[in-house]
């Protein structure tokens, strides 16, 4: 077992001190710079630890219970990413939506492949610029402002989307662009949001809740498919459209009340401020964790003074840059947009009736909630490594499954690509979905989450938009009509990223943000992470 002193860059190296059965060392090894008002000469982040860690989930839940509550209700606009995702490709399989912006192809009506691309792509250009744009601005007017100004933004792109006349493509795919701005500031001001109120051992389950309020969305949309996609008339599309007014309205309503970071206005010296809502989130021994936060601070400070976008590709920063970039790459490798995003209208091409095609769309997306309902357990229980990982290993082996069973056109086959389809639902959700965003958020050290996590949005959206671009050329039976072979090119990915992650996407569980500086700065494997004490 590795040990490694917590001593920042270009500081005096810590001095040795044995440690105790917990494998805690005192902190007054951490020399803080002569500018600090204050010097860590007690057991601050040592004290903090033990007091995070000595808690389970549940008795966190019980003991910070209006903590995840207000995380529960910042991660409410994600629900709007994953419902405009589904509604985007699930209208493609409504006659009326097909109709209204799509031609007669064969004698049906059909949405060309280059705007189907556009509509499924546009918002993730939107969420890029939305993700780099709340990095900077949560940091200047915190987070819940940028949840009301991402809310504010959203209503009017919707109210473009729901008058948008008949055969205007161009003005639904602007209102498109602007509201996938908003969703890329909603979901990286969430992500940050619940990694900054939320004690240690509700980390994971908290900032898990973004993908499971993702994962809701989609099921809300594809519900909504089935409710109104057989009608004749515009409101076949309309509504769904106005849907999307309820949850911008919710979180205005709702924000003013709702705390604000603790860490964001103690990096503001709103000290006062920040104490206050230390208090109000349930943390019993105010002095101890606004203490912990202000040492933390001071110690990262140390490492790297920059708060700037180029920092995050700097040091140890850069290692983490790249994780929380690469764990959104790693879903979208894994096909996640090919089975999950594509799957009522991927069961209309493998030759199912339209009705069935929408339950079978409502079923991955209810299996895909009851997955990430598994994940906010297994996340503490078994960890992020080792769940990222099988995650992976599983989406492999499912999309190698849909590519053999589509050799063959029977109905048998058709059902087996069916009942894949379902399978990576549940092992997908029940992983690589929520674990991304556990992972992205905790891997950035403090005082750069929002950019760190700005960034994992920005390509999120932007391999989103890839796959959105090219999977309807693979798919479509007026150009590649690759249908379930489709399989084989993500399987293969899939192998590639499972790879990747056994050697580099490192365990996280029941660290403090000040053990991470640590590792990072130590330069640990992301194998030997779980393994290693940090001495203070």
Known sequence: MSDIPLSPRGAPEARSISPDKSGYFEPDMVEHLATEPFQPNDNTLALAAAEEKAISPYEAIRDYHR????????????????????????????????????????????????????????????????????????????????????????????????????????????????????????????????????????????????????????????CVIQGLGSRDNRNAYRIPFAIQWIFPAIMLAGLPFAPESPWYLARREYNDQARLVLKVLGTKDLDLHFRQIQETIALED????????????????????????????????????????????????????????????????????????????????????TLFLWGMIGCTIINFGIGFSSISNTKAARWAEAVFTLIFGLIYQGSIGPLGYVIFSEVS???????????????NSLCGMLANIIIPYLVNPDEANLKGRVGYIFGGLGLLGSIWTWFYIPETKNRTVDELDALFEAKISSRKFAKTVVDR
């Open 67 to 222: 903590a995840f509550l207000w995380c529960l209700f910042c991660c409410i606009g994600a629900v709007l990413w994953g419902y405009d995702v589904q509604i985007s490709s699930g209208l493609l399989s409504t006659p009326r939506f097909r109709q209204d912006f799509g031609y007669s192809y064969k004698g049906e009506y059909v949405v060309p492949a280059r705007w189907q691309s556009a509509f499924n792509s546009v918002g993730s250009v939107g969420g890029m610029f939305g993700g780099i744009v709340v990095g900077w601005l949560a940091d200047r007017i915190g987070r819940r402002g940028a949840l009301a100004v991402a809310s504010c933004i959203s209503i009017g792109s919707v109210f473009m989307q729901f008058f948008c006349p008949p055969h205007n493509n161009a003005l639904l795919l602007v209102g498109k662009l602007i509201n996938g701005f908003a969703l890329g500031m909603y979901i990286s001001s969430a992500s940050a949001y619940c990694a900054e109120v939320s004690p240690v051992a509700l980390r994971g389950i908290t900032t898990g809740l973004v993908n499971l309020w993702i994962v809701f969305g989609q099921f809300l949309a594809n």
């Open 302 to 385: 140390h490492y790297a003074a920059q708060t700037t976008y180029t920092q995050c590709f700097k040091g140890s920063d850069r290692r983490r840059t790249i994780i929380a970039l690469m764990v959104f790459i790693l879903q979208q490798i894994s096909g996640v947009i090919f089975v999950l995003g594509y799957s009522t209208y991927f069961f209309q091409l493998a030759g199912f009736a339209t009705s069935d095609s929408f339950k079978l769309g409502v079923g991955v997306t209810a299996i895909g909630v009851f997955g990430n309902l598994t994940a906010l357990y297994s996340v503490n229980k078994l960890g992020r490594r």
């Open 445 to 459: 050290s403090a005082k750069l989450r929002s950019k760190t996590v700005g960034l994992g949005i920005c390509v």
